[in-house]
Structure formats: C-alpha cells, structure tokens
C-alpha cells in the first residue's frame, strides 16, 4: 500500500472545526482513502473513506484534493471526545491483499476544553 | 445496527497456559471476520481472517489459532501461550473483503503473559 504521511499531533479548542491533513504523493488509481481513529484502550473506529470525491456523514467530513495527492478529515464541531489518534491509510483496490489494515503513527488530536 | 463483542477485556495468563478469546458479531449476517493483534506502540498485524464457518485463512507463522464454528462466532486459540504472545487482540468485522469496505472492530482483549 503506498505511504500517507500525518504531522504527529493536533490540538483544537472544543466546539471548533478540526481539519487533520494527510498526505499521500505516491496515491495509485484504485487507491481508497481511508480514515480510522483509536481512543486509549479502545479498538480502531471506522470514520470515513472515499476515491476520488469529497464525502460527509454523521461523524466527519473528507475532502479529498482534485490531485488526489492529499486529503484532509473535517471534524465539524470538535468534542472532547474526539480525543484520539486519527490514522489516514490508503487502500488499493486492485490488490488481493486489501483485507490488511496498515496503520501508520497518525495523529495524535488533543481537544482542549 | 451491528455490534461487535470481544471479551474478555483485559487477561493475564502464565507462560504455557492455553488461551481463548471470543468475539461475536450481531445485526448481520456471513460478515468477514478478522483477528488483529496491537503491539504497544506498533501497528496492526493480521493474524486471521474469515469469509465464512470453517474457513480460516492465516496471515502470519505463529502459536495462535483461530475457529469459526458459526457465522457470527470467532475464536482465537492457543495451546500454550508464549511471552511473545503478550498485546492487544482485535476483532473485527467488514461486509465483505475489499477496498472500499471499512472494517469495524472490537473493544480489544489485553493479553499479558508473565
């Protein structure tokens, strides 16, 4: 799967926006995006995934650039309980090895209340 | 909705101990069944994963074993556990395999083998 790349740590103020950028230059064609985020001693939560087009739903939005080189994760409102570490992985759909998740270090998002 | 169950939570088990952890799925039907295991500060290794009762495909040489004896039940086995076997187990669930298809997990059992 090719790399994404993720500053290491965030810090918003609760009830604002959040946008977690990633970046991904080396994005193939059948490559999904991917978003997941992970609560101390929790297992990963699904949050939102698209291919080539900005998508929403209840939890966040991604916007996804017309290059496809970069993406970014829209919280609307930040919570405190959005404190978590939020991984950006790619998943390539021509591959037969699209069962695996591959997460790298992601970013560690601080909400200050 | 769907939910996903792992227990127990939290485990310490000796060295040469055997082991079992359960995780269940409700609220779908034939979903592709996974074990993870989290290693303190690494990522996710895929140890085993399932589309279907009987049939485990391994991802990864290991002490571990995992069963499907139903659609909705994964078991993941060992005889004797090692120290190496210490981490923190993940189950999860997707509709089917694929790209597109996000995975939904557990809350994860934390294994500890003195």
């Known amino acids: 799967d090719a790399k994404t790349t993720q500053p290491n740590s965030m810090e918003s103020n609760e009830e604002e926006p959040v946008h977690l950028p990633c970046n991904h230059s080396t994005i193939s064609g059948t490559d999904y995006i991917h978003w997941y985020r992970q609560l101390p001693s929790q297992g990963p939560e699904y949050v939102i995934h698209?291919?080539?087009s900005n998508v929403n739903n209840r939890m966040a939005s991604l916007a996804i650039a017309e290059d496809r080189k970069s993406s970014t994760l829209i919280l609307h409102r930040a919570t405190l309980r959005d404190a978590a570490v939020y991984y950006c992985i790619l998943r390539d759909g021509a591959s037969g090895s699209a069962r695996q998740l591959t997460f790298g270090s992601g970013t560690q998002l601080t909400v200050l209340p | 909705s769907q939910t996903i169950h792992q227990w127990p939570a939290t485990l310490v088990q000796p060295v040469g101990s055997p082991l079992s952890l359960e995780c269940t799925v409700e609220?779908?039907?034939?979903?592709?069944l996974y074990w993870y295991r989290q290693a303190a500060g690494r990522g996710l290794q895929l140890l085993f994963y399932s589309v279907g009762i009987g049939q485990i495909s391994s991802e990864v040489p290991q002490n571990l074993s995992a069963s499907r004896p139903q659609d909705r039940q994964f078991i993941l086995s060992s005889k004797k556990l090692l120290l190496s076997d210490s981490g923190f187990y993940l189950c999860?669930?997707?509709?089917?395999?694929?790209?597109?298809?996000?995975?939904?997990f557990g809350d994860g059992t934390r294994l500890s083998i003195l």
């Open positions: 999860a669930w997707s509709g089917m395999i694929g790209a597109n298809q996000p995975q939904h």
């Open positions: 609220g779908t039907s034939n979903p592709n």
């Open positions: 698209g291919l080539t």
